[in-house]
């Protein structure tokens, strides 16, 4: 008896082992499976976090934007004035984003912060203003600043021609499109090289102005405060063009589950780079000031060519290359994190399910990659900047209000929400009504440009109401949206994403 049933433990205990050895086995399949499934990979460390939104911000803004800012504020003074103060109001936004990100860790940055407070309506008004007009004016923008500087120097006693700096800008664009679907970690590690060309620029200036500004060259700051302006439209105008530089410190929203850890890589890269990106404009301003004149700077085409020809000779050939490089680095890093917006959104159902796509070999939103560099490269009909600039300003201008309305909002409906970080009301409170101030004022300083906002965001109400909340839609419709998605799915090689719930 005793040995039957030592027996009995003996073969007991081998099943046991044999089911454990089967468990460990499929434990590990079960990983691989994991690891091997088509999605997003977490691959942002706080590094990625902090070089992606100093490469978004720091791109082509801060070498365009000096000369819409005076345009409207009238003097050096205010000028700076006014930089500073976008620099502060970023930083605002920047903290209620932090409580946002943290909240609702998901990609998508606005559209799934007013998607979870307001409901689909806002949220599809904000991808398609997003998709249709902000993004691709922005990458336009870069594309086109890009082109401005590599030309300028072959193009010394004049203007580039305006259908060469599309065509450049167009090749930049799809070049750039093409890296970002190709692979994730090029991107980034293309990222990390144009910081180079970044900080040299942005250096360069700073320090020469502080040097001749030892020599004794302060002209221009002896009255700096002599032709401000005092119109609240027009300044309104002038914090448009300063935002604008600025225009980048929500986009790691945007990535957010492609970061490690993003409860805290998210908010430290936001605090690491704000300070230094605020720093950085306002004495990169200072330096234009000391060698351009005002007068200069508004005639200017390309404010740091026109600083770069005050210097000797040899040294003229450096702006051009190092901003053109800068602006380079923000546009790609544009692309890879715009691109999240489209693809979080057709994931939810409110833009075609093609675009929900991600190719099997590159893991990589390829179809959402391509659509916006197609409407990027349709942005090229004009090389009117700072028109693209006002525009696309007052667009995202009011739908980051919305987004921090929103925090407020859930604050108050879901009160249980787990909140990593929990920021004090005095923050979104103040950065709610100054976004208001800037929405409103314009109306009668400009009021053509907020008409013309306001349509393009209306105008996604009937698309929301055809294409998203009907249901019932005649079979041909199906059939041209089924073919769609087919085609896409085989040209591009792409599933949808695996293991998600959205």
Known sequence: MDHQDSRSAANGAAEVGLLSGKQKANMVEGDERKENRVNLKKELGLMEGVSIIIGVIIGSGIFISPKGVLL????????????????????????????????????????????EAFGPLFAFLYLWVASVVFVPCTNAIGALTFSSYILQPFYSHCVPPDNAVRLLAAVVICFLTFLNCYNVKWTTKLQDGFMFFKIVALLFIIVTGAVFLGMGKSEHFHDPFQGSVTDPGRIALAFYSGIFSYTGWNYLNFVTEEMKNPYVNLPRAIWVSMPVITTIYLLANVGYFVLLSPY??????????????????????IMPICVAGSTLGGLSVHIFTSSRICFVGARQGQFPSSLAMINIHTNTPIPSLVFLG???????????????????????????????????YLRWKQPKLKRPIKVSLFFPVTFLMICLFLLCLPLYASPFVVGMGVVIILTGVPVYFFFVLWDRKPHVFRQIFDFITYFVQKFFVTVRQEGTDD
């Open 374 to 408: 197609v409407l990027s490269l349709l942005m090229l009909v004009t090389t009117d900047i700072y028109a693209l600039i006002d525009y696309s300003s007052f667009v995202e201008s009011f739908f980051i209000a919305m987004s921090v309305a929103g925090l407020l």
């Open 72 to 115: 409207s504020a009238g003097s050096v003074g205010l000028s700076l004035v006014i930089w500073f103060l976008c620099g502060i109001l970023s930083a605002l936004g920047a903290i209620c984003y932090a409580e946002l990100g943290t909240a609702i860790p998901k990609s998508g940055g606005d559209y799934t912060y007013i998607r």
């Open 296 to 317: 200069e700077m508004l005639s200017s085409s390309a404010v740091a060519v026109t600083f770069g020809e005050k210097l000797p000779y040899y040294l003229r050939w």
